[in-house]
């Protein structure tokens, strides 16, 4: 019997998790500084790597809550090794109507998941009535594509194969839409927090298996833009073809049997007076 394909969430974890989102996330969660004790909401956690991190550093005295739109994602969530301290309640709901209790938590966290709510600022108001007072938001989103070096390059090859995927530019950079820090200090200021603090952060992705690269990076981009995957007979043209078309671009970026590059964000810190 031939094993199962892993899916696109899975993909998510197995792929970007160790490869990009790992070293991302130690540095956000360096950077927002969870205590012991704290109770911390991750909003958009995927498949929890963030909420995974902060479990420990929050202890058992404290409490940590994932909510993700995406049922795939937070099963492979639910699948993941259990980390050491706070237990972890994993709940599906979107970020715009999901019930959240006013003044629970200590610290609300959001990586990678801003970018794609429909109204910005109305999700950062509820996650600011969430907080108690004097409590904290963090928040990590990548710059701007024009400052992702192999990302960049990549997403000018599919650019001229979106078209029978259903897909757009736009729909296909959506990670990178809020790169510029003062519109994103705008946003967070708009919704009501004070004394906001947004600093530059870069990390080096690497990835094993460069022949595999693309191909894996596509398959796990369709947990984050689900129409890439809709029409499996198209997206496997499209796999098939950005493959080939990359190799070139994915051989630059190797050193050591491994693709290597880096990645751009930034990271923002904000209160509830």
């Known amino acids: 019997m031939t094993p199962q394909s892993p899916s696109p969430a899975e993909m998510y974890e197995q792929f970007y998790g160790p490869g990009m989102f790992q070293p991302l996330t130690a540095v956000f969660v360096e950077y927002v500084a969870p205590q012991l004790g704290e109770h911390v909401l991750d909003m958009a956690c995927g498949t929890g790597m963030v909420a995974r991190h902060v479990a420990p550093l929050v202890g058992s005295d404290g409490t940590v809550v994932g909510i993700d739109i995406n049922p795939a994602m937070l099963a492979v969530a639910r699948n993941q090794p259990v980390p050491p301290g706070a237990s972890i309640e994993w709940r599906e709901g979107d970020a715009a109507t999901v019930d959240l209790p006013d003044q629970a938590f200590d610290l609300a966290l959001c990586q ?3 970018q794609f709510f429909p109204d910005q600022v109305a999700v950062l108001q509820r996650l600011r009535r969430s907080l108690v007072a004097g409590g904290r938001i963090g ?6 594509i024009e400052q992702q070096s192999l990302v960049a390059e990549f997403a000018e090859i599919e650019l001229h194969h979106l078209a029978p995927l259903g897909v757009s530019y736009a729909d296909l950079v959506a990670p990178f839409s809020l790169g510029d820090a003062e519109q994103l200090r705008l946003l967070i200021e708009s919704a009501g ?3 906001i603090v947004i600093e530059p952060r870069s990390i080096e992705a690497h990835f094993s298996a460069p022949e595999t690269f693309a191909r ?6 369709g947990a984050v833009i689900p129409a890439f995957i809709e029409n499996p007979a198209a997206f496997a043209v499209f796999l098939d073809t950005i493959e080939h078309e990359t190799r070139d671009l994915v051989q630059r970026h190797v050193q050591g049997g491994m693709v290597h590059f880096m990645m751009s964000a930034n990271l923002a810190i904000a209160y509830r007076e």
Do not use: K
């Open 193 to 195: 927090f004070t004394r």
């Open 139 to 144: 928040i990590a989103v990548w710059q701007g």
């Open 216 to 221: 894996n990076m596509e398959t796990a981009y």
């Open 112 to 114: 990678q998941g801003l």
